[in-house]
C-alpha cells in the first residue's frame, strides 16, 4: 500500500481543501497517510516567505482560488475566514495529541469546519473547545496537555523534521524524498508512490 506522509499546519489557508476531502480520497485509493502537523509560520518566517499579509490582490486571489476548488470538491465554505490565526501553534499541538490516538482528525476537520464555515478562528479558546468537544474530548484537559513543554517541544521537533525533509509550505506531500507542495499536488504524489513518476 502507498505511504504519503501528509504535512500541514493549521492557519494554512490551503490546506483546508486537503483536510477536508483526505479521508475519504485516502479510503477511495487504498493509501496511507500520516498526519503531520508542523508550524509552517515558523519555517516561512525563518525563509523570509511572508505570502499573503500586506499583499491586498494576492490575498483576494487566494480566497477566490480557494472557493472555486472548494465548489469542484464540493465542500462548504463561508469566506474570507479570519486570517492570519494568531494562536498557530496552540492548534497544531493540540492536533498532534490527537493524532497519537484516534481523535486527531476529527479534531482537525471540526477545526477548520468552524474557522472556514462558521468564521471561528481557528487556534482561539472557541474554536479548539468547540473543536474539542465534537471530536468528544474535554477542552480543559486537552487545552492544558497541549500547552505543556513536552506538547511545545513535539512542535519544534516535527517542523524541525518537517524542514529536513525539504518542505517549506503547506501542504505538503512527501514520498520517500519526494516534495510534492499544495493540494492539487495530492494525485501526483500518489503517482510518485506508485509508479515511481508522476503519470
Known amino acids: 500500500m502507498p505511504e504519503i506522509d501528509f504535512w500541514f499546519s493549521i492557519g494554512?489557508?490551503?490546506?483546508f481543501l486537503t483536510v477536508m476531502r483526505l479521508p475519504n480520497?485516502?479510503?477511495e485509493r487504498d493509501v496511507t497517510?500520516?498526519?503531520r502537523p508542523f508550524n509552517v509560520r515558523r519555517v516561512m518566517t525563518e525563509q523570509n516567505n511572508i505570502p499573503f499579509a500586506n499583499k491586498p490582490q494576492k490575498s483576494a486571489y487566494m480566497w477566490r482560488d480557494i472557493q472555486r476548488r472548494?465548489?469542484?470538491y464540493g465542500l462548504r465554505c463561508s469566506l474570507p475566514a479570519p486570517y492570519p490565526i494568531s494562536d498557530l501553534p496552540l492548534a497544531n499541538q493540540v492536533a498532534l495529541l490527537g493524532l497519537k490516538t484516534d481523535w486527531g482528525i476529527p479534531f482537525v476537520r471540526n477545526c477548520y469546519r468552524l474557522w472556514f464555515e462558521d468564521g471561528i478562528e481557528a487556534g482561539s479558546?472557541?474554536?479548539?473547545?468547540e473543536a474539542l468537544h465534537r471530536a468528544d474530548q474535554d477542552p480543559m484537559q486537552v487545552l492544558a496537555r497541549a500547552q505543556d513543554p513536552e506538547a511545545i517541544a513535539t512542535?519544534?521537533?516535527?517542523?524541525?523534521?518537517?524542514?529536513h525533509a525539504g518542505v517549506f509550505g503547506a501542504p505538503s506531500f512527501v514520498?520517500?524524498?519526494?516534495?510534492?507542495?499544495?493540494?492539487?499536488?495530492?494525485?501526483?504524489a500518489l503517482s510518485w508512490s506508485r509508479l515511481g513518476h508522476v503519470a
Open 12 to 15: 494554512s489557508t490551503y490546506s
Open 25 to 27: 480520497w485516502a479510503r
Open 33 to 35: 497517510l500520516r498526519w
Open 70 to 72: 472548494a465548489a469542484k
Open 125 to 129: 479558546e472557541a474554536n479548539l473547545t
Open 155 to 163: 512542535l519544534a521537533a516535527e517542523t524541525e523534521a518537517a524542514t
Open 175 to 188: 514520498v520517500r524524498d519526494e516534495v510534492f507542495w499544495g493540494d492539487d499536488r495530492l494525485e501526483d
